[in-house]
């Protein structure tokens, strides 16, 4: 097992009696670790969202607003390929710490900033770590996990998603009432340095030494690319109108660059995206699905609460909770979801049912006037969220175990980059559209003076909407009304391409424990590069120095069986079991 580079958990020593009673401990300790850097990583913009006002307020500089989250959300997106390479090729372990510690740091220095320049510059650096964190956890997860057992994890792992954004904009403004701006970037450290250390003591990796060297072209003309694409899909029809030079220019680079990336890619000796891992059907089908799913979710956020506090005078205070429906459903659905792929190995069902259901929850949230209530909205809003359950870490799961051990890495920051990427899409486009059917509607109702009103219709607030003449404040109930029905209808027809795509996917069994273990080994075409072998844990502290001594993981390295998966196979034991 030595030369097959495994994974191990450090359990102590102590023989194996010590192993099998500590090794269930290690696991749930690292998956905690996980879990908080998850929540870090997805936190953090929810809770600066809410102290944005404040931070103004005391630093200035409100013409450079955006960019504080604009900076995080590029540099996230930019170094997102990046680490998933860097640890394919150095240790996952090395890389996860390092992405922990510069995340610390960026959220220290942004609580320190003393002008809105300081803040930004910090965030970028926020933002980086931020990168590999996501991805570290992932790739972790694919390292640890056999298949047939990873989706309940990666399950928990869509909750923690989920609790962010419930929590996030609660958390941040009681932090902010309490204890002050800074103390939304501060609150970062002691929960980042409880991850480091857990990690640090419970987990251990192969520590590899690539002979190759990081693609830097590559990694050079991805960030440009990203960079451009992003920025256009962020400024364009806000800073600047779409057909300006400066969005003609952005696209042009970005382009230019992602195509010299492609190109790069097929004669680096290590790329940054292997171009062969799209050689795999469910690979490829997955990314397109993580890309719409991303393209809708983000859609969602932005545009439900605008119509709730709008439409029907919810309170924005909270405004965490006004998706409560819609999170709460994708939570439990992606938990259960993960449950029943671990218990019968099955998957295929999940990325049809959940395209059909994500399409109706589009549509049906396309129908809602200024006359539907709350809790209709609520139930076409947990429709939605049904379907993005069962999407959001089945397409993970699926595209992690469509490649080999040594591109794990990179499988896991694909997926998270093309969601991302989506979310920009969606953000842009489908906000793009709401604008100009509110900016037509108010026109239409209300003549010049809808006009005006519907060019500041994103700062409006009730009590600005309240001081409006009868027949404006109805306009722009009917406006913003017509413009949630475009962006939605817009959204359920994206979201048909997912449904498309999910018919093509291939369900090869994931093998790993369970009840279907010995069918999934005995199958042809279930003997994927991805696929798992039990290690025995004893040996796991060979198999790392083994990894070391050969420089490298070769590209026939299996999988760990499971971070208990020594003690599970001598038994007869799932790995959840022993968990």
Known sequence: MAENGTVAVDTGGGGAAATKERQPRSVRVVLMALMIAMLLAMLDNMIVGTAMPTIVGDLGGL???????????????ASTPIWGKVGDMYGRKGAFLTSIVIFLIGSGLSGMAQDMNQLIAFRAIQGLGAGGLMVGVMAIIGDLIPPRERGKYQGMMAGVMALAMIGGPLVGGAITDNWGWRWSFYINLPLGLVALAMVTAVLHLPKKRSKGKIDYLGA??????????VLVTTWGGSQYAWGSAVIMELAAIGVASLVGFLFVQTKAAEPILPLHIFRSRNFTVMSLIGFITGFVMFGAVLFLPLYQQT??????????????????????????????????????VFPLVGSVLMVAGLFLLAQMDTETTRLTSGLYMAVLGAGMGCLMQITMLVAQNSVEMKDMGVASSSTTLFRTLGSSFGVAIMGALFNNRVQDVMAERA????????????????????????????????????GTHSAFLLGSVIAILALIAAVFVKEVPLRGAGPAAKEASSSPE??????????????????????????????????VEGVAAGDAAADGRTVSETV
């Open 311 to 348: 439409v029907q005078g919810a309170n924005a205070t909270n405004s965490g909770l006004l998706l409560l429906p819609m999170l709460l459903s994708m939570m439990v659905v992606s938990l259960v979801a993960g449950r029943v792929t671990t218990n019968t190995g099955k998957y295929k």
């Open 447 to 482: 003549g010049a003076m809808g006009g005006k009103v519907a060019e500041h219709s994103t700062q409006l607030t009730a009590e600005g909407l309240a001081k409006l003449p009868d027949v404006v404040r109805d306009a722009y109930l009917h406006a913003v009304s017509a």
């Open 526 to 559: 279930a003997a994927g590069p991805a696929d798992a072998q039990p290690v025995d844990m004893a040996k796991a502290g060979t198999a790392t120095a083994d990894a070391a001594e050969n420089g490298t993981a070769k590209a026939d390295a299996k999988p």
């Open 220 to 229: 050079a003309l991805l960030t440009v690319g990203i960079t451009s694409i």
């Open 63 to 77: 013409e450079h607003l955006s960019w504080v989250v604009t900076a995080y959300t590029l540099a996230t997106a």
